[in-house]
């Protein structure tokens, strides 16, 4: 037989794109039709802004400034945390399901797969942070400074969210099992926004898990929100992480990210195989 | 004439576990090889080593023209593959989900939907089309599946297990696909628990055990590796109490045949081996018989069936033995 007649382009960064945006698609219509998806996501943090802001505001003292405008930072990182479990859990679906086997033997661009997982998980990431955005103006919380900051501080939270998509996407390949990526997400959610400045100042803590804290990159990212947002007091100190936190946060997410999508992607090769 | 499919030396482990011990295979343009096997003997791993999901741990394998390791996506170009369990997306629609397919497979959108339209129309899909494939039964996910891999009308077509949950006219109609993907020049490679269905759909038919081939030939040549040819004579039920007439019967045709007869007392019968001259010994039989007046309630010519085949080459009971012996 001819092999003219075999369909598919050969591999070229046009057919990479295509194949990705085909997906893509796949995936919102997928969001499209389980929106409660989207609302069980967003459901945590707009529940912490109430929480936080209401019960916690007369007991944490932040120094000068408003405890609600303190914690809208750490609420709006940890959503990042929550994008975990989204990929983790539709990747993890999708291999089980046989799906990657199917996609695995067809002529489709190898990073395809996942970089549309991912891109489409940013949907219900940033659906989590608009509402999060609105119950807190209802609070009573402002951004202070221009827009420009407060677009600098946004893309700083889109961009760790997708560093953590990328983790689920991990998390997904390396654990199959639904009850165990969310019992994985549910702990790094509580161990990364608590163990942290999202909520409470770090002054308190000693020395050791003080630096630990500093350097979690969802404090640099709750820092570096305050600052732009001029959400003060932001954290006092004489670290790194604490005197540049816009830099440092914007490193880490960096590095994170370049050293997840090609982990990713190369376990994708194997994992899929199993 | 062209080889389609050829793989030599395939060997894949899984911890201490050994899939795959060495096979190797070879299938003509436009054939069918079945692949038959007991549970784990490595029928899915074949499938997915020629299909580019696995790679092998050693050996070689080509399909279409490419090498599986080295240029999967030319492979993959050129393939369609059933896994033993449907791959569809539950959230969309059918038409959705063949669409999806068509686009990867760059059909352009123009004819990723009459493609779509044709196979759903083929697999009687059509009133089923528009409904999220979450709300199909298992036989139609089965179908959509299928459908799915013949959306690129591909030269070779992998097929693990095609028909397990299928009604049966659900399995006749996927069995008339395979013919005539056959007739267009395809190159079928399927797996199945069916005898039958390797003995109707297969040129050739290959048995595993524990990942090593066990035979391999078209389904005439493995029933005559087996064993020759028997008749069986049935006497009537409840005729003597004592079972003479069986030692009649036994008495009479062991002059027949150079190998004596062998009795199955439970259900009356007397199988007595056919060498090369066949009417003579079924003549003679028949006259020894009746010289002594043995009342017959069934009296053919048998040959082994695939399941003896497959029996006697898997090391298993047959299931005549079996009842044998708790008799
Ligand atoms: N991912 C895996 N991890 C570990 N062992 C595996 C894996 N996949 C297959 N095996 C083992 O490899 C062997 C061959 O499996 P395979 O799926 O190829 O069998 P099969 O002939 O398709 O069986 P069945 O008729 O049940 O589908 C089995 O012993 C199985 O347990
Ligand atoms: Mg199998």
């Known amino acids: ?274 | 004439m062209e080889i389609a499919i050829q793989a030599t030396g395939l060997g894949k482990r899984y911890g201490q576990t050994r899939a795959l011990d060495g096979v190797g295979l070879e299938v003509r343009t436009g054939t069918v090889l079945g692949l038959l096997g007991h549970n784990g003997a490595g029928k899915t791993t074949t499938v997915r080593i020629l299909a580019t999901l696995l790679e092998p741990d050693s050996g070689s394998a080509r399909v279409a023209g490419f090498d599986v390791v080295r240029e999967p996506r030319e492979v993959r170009r050129r393939i369609g593959l059933a896994g033993q369990y449907a791959a569809v997306d539950e959230l969309l629609t059918g038409r959705e989900n063949l669409a999806l397919l068509g686009t990867l497979l760059k059909l352009g959108r123009r004819r990723a939907r009459s493609r779509a339209e044709e196979l759903l129309a083929s697999f009687e899909l059509e009133q089923a089309a528009d409904r999220p494939v979450r709300t199909y039964s298992g036989g139609m996910r089965r179908r959509l599946d299928l459908a799915a891999c013949l959306i690129s009308s591909p030269q070779v077509l992998f097929l693990d297990e095609p028909t397990t949950g299928l009604d049966p006219a659900s399995r006749m109609a996927l069995w008339r696909m395979v013919r005539e993907q056959v007739e267009l020049g395809v190159t079928v490679l399927l797996t199945t628990q069916y005898l039958e269905e390797a003995d109707s759909l297969a040129d050739r038919i290959m048995v595993f055990g524990s990942g090593q081939v066990l035979a391999e030939g078209t389904a005439d040549e493995l029933k005559r590796k087996v064993g020759q040819e028997w008749l069986e004579i049935s006497l009537p039920e409840g005729g003597d109490a004592t079972g003479s007439a069986l030692d009649q019967a036994v008495s009479a045709l062991a002059p027949v045949s150079a190998s004596a007869p062998t009795v199955d007392a439970s259900s009356r019968t007397v199988a007595l081996p056919v060498g090369a001259d066949r009417t003579g010994t079924i003549a003679a039989s028949a006259a020894a018989l009746e010289a002594r007046g043995v009342e017959v309630a069934d009296f053919a010519l048998r040959r082994p069936s695939l399941d003896d085949v497959f029996f006697q080459l898997t090391g298993e009971q047959t299931p005549v033995s079996t009842s044998e012996e708790k008799s």
């Not at chain 1, 039709?33 to 505001?57: C, H, N, Q, S, W």
């Not at chain 1, 990042?80 to 489709?108: E, H, M, N, Q, Y």
């Not at chain 1, 946060?249 to 376990?267: D, F, H």
């Open chain 1, 1 to 274: 037989m001819s092999t003219a007649s075999a369909p598919g382009a050969p591999s070229s960064l046009g057919g990479a794109l295509s194949d990705t945006a085909a997906l893509t698609g796949r995936h919102l219509r997928h969001l499209r039709r389980t929106p409660e998806k989207i609302i069980a996501v967003a459901l945590t943090p707009v529940a912490m802004v109430v929480i936080l802001g209401y019960l916690f505001a007369s007991v944490v003292s932040v120094g000068a400034g408003e405890y609600h405008d303190y914690v809208m930072a750490g609420v709006f990182a940890q959503v990042g945390l929550t994008c975990v479990g989204i990929t983790g859990l539709g990747v993890a679906g999708d291999l089980g399901k046989g799906l990657i086997d199917r996609f695995r033997s067809l002529p489709v661009a190898r990073p395809a797969v996942l970089v549309s997982h991912t891109a489409a998980d940013l949907v219900p990431a940033m659906c989590s942070m608009a509402a999060v955005g609105g119950v807190g103006l209802l609070v009573g919380w402002r951004v202070e400074r221009g827009v420009l900051p407060a677009l600098g501080g946004f893309a700083l939270l889109i961009a760790f969210a997708y560093a953590m998509l990328w983790l689920g996407a991990l998390l997904g390949m390396l654990m199959r099992n639904a009850e165990a990526i969310n019992g994985i997400g549910a702990l790094v959610l509580v161990v990364f926004s608590f163990l942290s400045s999202s909520f409470m100042p770090l002054s308190g803590l000693p020395a050791w898990l003080r630096s630990v804290a500093e350097w979690n990159p969802v404090s640099s990212v709750a820092e570096s929100c305050r600052v732009l947002w001029g959400n003060a007091p932001a954290s006092t100190g004489s670290s790194l992480p604490v005197e540049h936190p816009v830099l440092v946060a914007s490193v880490t997410i960096g590095a994170m990210i370049a050293v997840l999508v090609p982990v990713c992607l190369r376990l994708f090769r194997t994992a899929a195989a199993r």
